[in-house]
C-alpha cells in the first residue's frame, strides 16, 4: 500500500494550494480518508476527513471554511484544497487511510491505518 502526497510548496498569505494525495495498493473506495499537518515542535493533528463515498467531510476548526477535502475513487486520489492561507498553517501535511467500517470521528490518528510521506507547506508572511 502506498499513498503517495503531493503538491506542496511555499506560498505567500492568503494564497492557494492543492494538495493531492495517490492510493495504490488498496481497494481506495473501501477507505475513508483524512489530511492531518505536523508543525515543527508540534504534535500531529487532523484538519479534515471525508467518507468513503465521498459525500460527508468533517474539518478542524482551524481550517473549516478555507480548507475542502474531496476525493475521485475512479482516479484513487484524495485532494485538499487550502485557500486564504496563514503562516500558521505552514507544516507537514499527511494523507491516511482508515477502514470505512471504523466508526466514531475521523480527528483520532491511532484509527487510521495507511498513511503518506508527508508534502511541505510553507506560508509566508
Known amino acids: 500500500v502506498q499513498l503517495q502526497a503531493s503538491g506542496g510548496g511555499l506560498v505567500q498569505a492568503g494564497g492557494s494550494l492543492r494538495l493531492s494525495c495517490a492510493a495504490s495498493g488498496l481497494t481506495f473506495s473501501r477507505y475513508d480518508m483524512g489530511w492531518f499537518r505536523q508543525a515543527p515542535g508540534k504534535e500531529r493533528e487532523w484538519e479534515a476527513g471525508?467518507?468513503?463515498?465521498?459525500?460527508?467531510?468533517y474539518y478542524a476548526d482551524s481550517v473549516k471554511g478555507r480548507f475542502t477535502i474531496s476525493r475521485d475513487n475512479a482516479k484513487n486520489t484524495l485532494y485538499l484544497q487550502m485557500n486564504s492561507l496563514k503562516p500558521e498553517d505552514t507544516a507537514v501535511y499527511y494523507c491516511?487511510?482508515?477502514?470505512?467500517?471504523?466508526?466514531?470521528?475521523?480527528?483520532?490518528?491511532?484509527?487510521?491505518?495507511?498513511w503518506g510521506q508527508g508534502t511541505q507547506v510553507t506560508v509566508s508572511s
Open positions: 471525508v467518507n468513503w463515498r465521498g459525500d460527508r467531510t
Open positions: 491516511a487511510a482508515r477502514d470505512s467500517g471504523q466508526s466514531g470521528s475521523y480527528n483520532n490518528p491511532r484509527d487510521y491505518i495507511y
